[in-house]
């Protein structure tokens, strides 16, 4: 889930490793893989990240931390302009929910089986 992005115009590196997350070396480590995040340097040389760069900073999160994606395959993603689909509800099979039951009801029976032989010694 992400949090709320405050209106404003610019962000300092501190503020965006807050709302994202993650420590301030990371976000300058993603700078140099990721061409899409670019900041602006005031005359201070502070970094200030816009909103579209903090966006692009959770979207880069999400792949890497949620979805599993590696830097270069968060790239190539993200350079093929997809969208990161929503993840699908696992769904057991009704096949595979009676083989299972099955599993249960022929190791339940080996158990008794193996009980049985346990007190014959």
Request: charged fraction near 35%.
């Amino acid at each position: 889930m992400r949090p709320e992005i405050p209106d404003k115009l610019y962000f300092k590196i501190g503020e965006v490793s807050k709302l994202a997350g993650v420590a301030t070396h990371v976000l300058r480590y993603w700078e140099t893989e990721f061409l899409f995040i670019s900041p602006k340097r005031a005359n201070s040389h502070q970094r200030l990240y816009r909103r579209v760069d903090v966006e692009m900073i959770f979207t880069i999160k999400t792949l890497l931390h949620e979805e599993g994606y590696t830097i270069a395959g968060a790239r190539k993603f993200l350079e093929s302009g997809s969208r990161i689909k929503a993840k699908p509800e696992l769904t057991v099979p009704e096949d595979a929910t009676s083989c299972l039951a099955r599993i249960k009801s022929e190791l339940r029976e080996m158990k008794a089986l193996l009980i049985g032989r346990d007190k014959e010694k």
